[in-house]
């Protein structure tokens, strides 16, 4: 977290996970008080807390329901979905 983050106030945000990820952190979603600005940002932190082992560029990241940029700037009360490969038979 850079000095910027640190001084802005937390923004509440909704997260869900799907397969893998879903299997790593033990639930489906959380919410969670946050001074990530981007979804890289909140990804890293959560790879931090959780142990999540998947890079960033093998998943896709919705937020309010449509794919954006890792670049995209998070609001409060937002939803992040992270999506992980999904294997198929």
């Known amino acids: 977290m850079n000095a ?12 869900q996970y799907f397969a893998l ?3 790593q952190r ?3 979603q959380e919410t969670l008080e946050t001074n990530a600005e ?3 940002a909140l ?4 790879q931090e807390r959780h142990g ?5 560029g093998l998943l896709k990241v919705a ?15 937002d939803r992040v979905v992270f999506i992980p490969p999904v294997a198929g038979g």
């Open 4 to 15: 910027k983050e640190m001084c802005e106030p937390a923004k509440k945000i909704s997260v």
């Open 21 to 23: 990820l879903r299997e």
């Open 26 to 28: 033990g639930c489906s």
């Open 38 to 40: 981007t979804p890289l």
């Open 43 to 46: 990804y890293r932190y959560l």
């Open 52 to 56: 999540f082992r998947l890079d960033p």
């Open 63 to 77: 937020v309010n329901d449509t794919f954006v940029s890792w670049e995209t700037p998070l609001n409060p009360e």
